[in-house]
Every structure is written in C-alpha cells, then in structure tokens.
C-alpha cells in the first residue's frame, strides 16, 4: 500500500537559517509528489508539486524540494527561514489510477526563533 | 477567481445527531474531495466527486456519505454522531480527477462532538 512518512513531527529552525524538512514515500511506481502548508485555522495550500522531468522543482514562497528516486525521498528546502514560514508542513502522494486521492504524511510543524 | 468555500466554518453537534457540510468548489472545477483531518490520524481521504459521481472512497464507515450538484456544488453527511467524529474537515476542487492534478483547499469546517 502507497504509504508517506515525515519523520520530523517538530522542527524548531532561526530566523535566516536553512531549512529542510524530510519525506519518504512508499509506491511502487513513479508517483506525483505535493508539498503543501498549513496556518493556524486555515485550509491547505500547495508550495510545489513533481510529476515528472528534473528532479529539482521550485515553488512559492522561495521553496524548493528534490526528488529521489533512489532514496524514495522528496524533501523540501528552503535557505533562508522567515518568521512568516512557521506553520505545519505536509508532504503528500497522488496515486494514479485512483484519482484525485492523496495520501497524506502526518505532517512537521515548523517553528521559528528569532 | 474565487476559492474554494465551505460553510459552516464551525459546527457543534452532540452524539447521535447527524450533521451536512457544504463546499463550493473554484468555478469550473469538477472534482470535488472531501478529507478528515483530526490530531490523531493527521489527513485522511474521504471521498472524491466528479460530475456528480462518487470515483473514489477511503476507509470510513457508510455513516459518511456525500453527493454532489450538477453545478459542482458538494455536500458531505455524517450520521449518528460519534466522539470520534470530531475533527476538521477540508474539502478540495480540482479540474479533473487524477492523481497528477492540483488540488485547491477551502478553509474547511471545524466540527465539535459533544
């Protein structure tokens, strides 16, 4: 069964300082890889996706993630942290042939110091 | 363009009632998914609409159930209230129904059982 995992449930990182935040997914074929973001009180919203082709893809907000076929991996990165990013982090997998169905990771809340 | 909405925002309820979310999807979208997300279990998928067809289901008992307008327009009902129930539940547009789609999220509904 297609399965994805965070490892990190809490990530305390400095304003500034470099980030990147871990997931690992189960599947047996290619899959369409999502990072999404989640503030306090508010839905979900999309940061970057990877479908297919280069393996580093940007996003918004100055994210970026690489996908890694060989680790199984797709982990987020930013390199520079601002106070604005603290929010939860997840990493998510559509599954062809099921349609719009994602799975989710459980999610890595991000703090911020200053 | 308008986000994706869903209505209440916030719902107490008590055990044994039975509960109906709304959610109007970004004009245009046909496919319509419906997610628990609860501390616990994190995210978890609970059906998809598109065209007013149910193409996709998770692992939650028949007391969840949904449907879907001919103008896009979702609902989804929970029966005979539990506990357990209680969670947030997101509901997310997209054009089509496939796992390489973006998938937009409204702000969900924030259902209390008491």
Known sequence: ?114 | KAGVTQTPRYLIKTRGQQVTLSCSPISGHRSVSWYQQTPGQGLQFLFEYFSETQRNKGNFPGRFSGRQFSNSRSEMNVSTLELGDSALYLCASSLRTSGDNEQFFGPGTRLTVL
Not at chain 1, 31 to 58: A, C, E
Not at chain 1, 87 to 101: D, H, I, L, R
């Open chain 1, 1 to 114: 069964a297609q399965s994805v995992t965070q490892p990190d449930i809490h990530i305390t990182v400095s304003e500034g300082a470099s980030l990147e935040l871990r997931c690992n997914y189960s599947y047996g074929a290619t899959p369409y890889l999502f990072w999404y973001v989640q503030s306090p009180g508010q839905g979900l919203q999309l940061l970057l996706k990877y479908f297919s082709g280069d393996t580093l893809v940007q996003g918004i907000k100055g994210f970026e993630a690489e996908f890694k076929r060989s680790q199984s991996s797709f982990n987020l990165r930013k390199p520079s942290v601002h106070w604005s990013d603290a929010a939860e982090y997840f990493c998510a997998v559509g599954v062809a042939n099921q349609g719009g169905k994602l799975i989710f990771g459980q999610g890595t809340e991000l703090s911020v110091k200053p």
